[in-house]
């Protein structure tokens, strides 16, 4: 059956024609009159008179095909414009574009200048300081330094989003100037909610920076992102109160416990008289007060307890689990939770089961689980933790299957069931296994009874994922397509069996569906040969279909 292809919108069609004939008809006028006006303010024509968010997607456009260049700049930099990007064109971008910028987009709420790295710190300070509606902002790879982060947060109160990740000239003390004016004695940017700083750590100790990010977190009262490694020893110094004794930990700026003595304790409850703690009892403090944060990355298990009792508001957390169980924490503090990271950094040790209880505390309000590197010792685990979290979107399975203690008189292998396994938001099903067990049959069955529920339960599913399963993928997906109406699995658009048993016959079930496909991986699929491979890719072919096939 033919794939229905997708659909290019009226207003899609006249942007690509556009960008099409943007040398030849668009510029041809303006190279020769104008080109050299780099600080030509007025530009009369159709762009002036085109939607904002037109403009951007034209830039967009013609930043992806490669036909961008200094002069389209000069005519699509518009003066009622709200949201800038020039990802798509940072190699163009330099001092005079960012100064046509600052002189005509008066009015940008939103602006992404990632890895527009030949723009120097000057110019982009000049660029914020001229943009006091920014909301949203992305320098993210750029020479931001230490005075753009002071013109950040002197000029634009309103921001709630900024990301410098990657950016070599960021400090610890110059990351103070975003949030405080030594000059007048005032915080700044107190409007911000998420701030990006990965791989921000050319300057500055360890120590420095978890000084510098717990200045922040007292600084920020509504922060809820905050992306940097040294986050949990910042939360760690917050939790004990181990502020600087003696005072500021940087030449100019407030101490902690200073910073502290300004927080306005119970911030989540919207009071706003500010009790300074007594002297001696910072840690009671922090503890009334709280933090506002949603998400917590890269948590050693023993951490859990300490942060979910500072920061109860978490609905994203990534948890790494040592050699050892640890039964002193759960996942009952955070009742908002909604995804969920379980992983062993190195080599597997800890057990799938071992987990169970503590997910179906929060289970109900998971939409994505995902769990790495874990040991799989019973055969009926991912059935249970499935049933647990019935309203995921996203699952995301990496185990080793440990070979099981059968019994020498083991029974016959008992028929699959028929009831699916409702999940009916789930769109994405990633499963990757290794380990001997995986081979013994019994599991092997079993493994393949648990995957024809998920698959009948799961309407929604776009993505699959199973990656070295030795479970009869032919058969599952047999009983999985001969099911009774509706027919399952139309969603589909990406399928990878990778190293997982399924022959030619499991394949083109999966292709005479009626499913959206687009992309069919059977790398090392140890049943299917090179004429297997010719033959789908003839069929898709024959079917007028848009299928990548890929095998090796």
Sequence with gaps: MSRVREVVTLTGLCLQNIAENMQNFWMKDYVMKNMEEYNFLFIEGPFNQLAGPLVQELIRILGESHKLNKGCLHLLLQPHLSELSLRPCAGLVNVAIMQLVTVRCKHLTSVDLHSCNRVPGPSLAALMEGLPRLTKLCLADTQCDSLVLEAIGRSCPRLCELDISRCKKVSPSGLLSLVYDPKSATYCCRALRVLLLEDVKPKGGPEQWAQALSFVLLALPYLEELSNPSLPTALSLLYH???T???????????LAEVAQTRVPNVMNHQTSPVPPKPGHQRTSMMKERLRLKKLEDLGEEDVPMFGSLCPLVDKV??????????TWSLVQWPQLSELTLHCSEKPERTLEEFLAMVQVIGKNLQVLCVQNLLWCQDQSLTNLLTMCPNLKSFQGYFTVLRQNLLPDEPELPPWPGDPLPLPHLHTLRLLMEGDGS???IFQHKLGGSLVSILKGSPLLESLSLCGVTAPLDGVFEVVYGSNPPQPLQKLSSVSLCLSNVSQWGASLILRSRSNLRTLDLSHCKE??????????????????????TWM
């Design 241 to 243: 109160g181990r502020f």
């Design 245 to 255: 004794e003696g005072g500021a930990c940087f030449n100019g700026f407030p101490s």
């Design 318 to 327: 990534n948890i790494s689990l040592g050699s050892q169980s640890l039964v």
């Design 439 to 441: 081979s013994q049959a």
């Design 528 to 549: 299917v040969t090179c004429r297997d491979h010719h033959q789908l890719q003839e069929r898709v072919r024959r079917d007028g279909r848009n299928v990548t096939i």
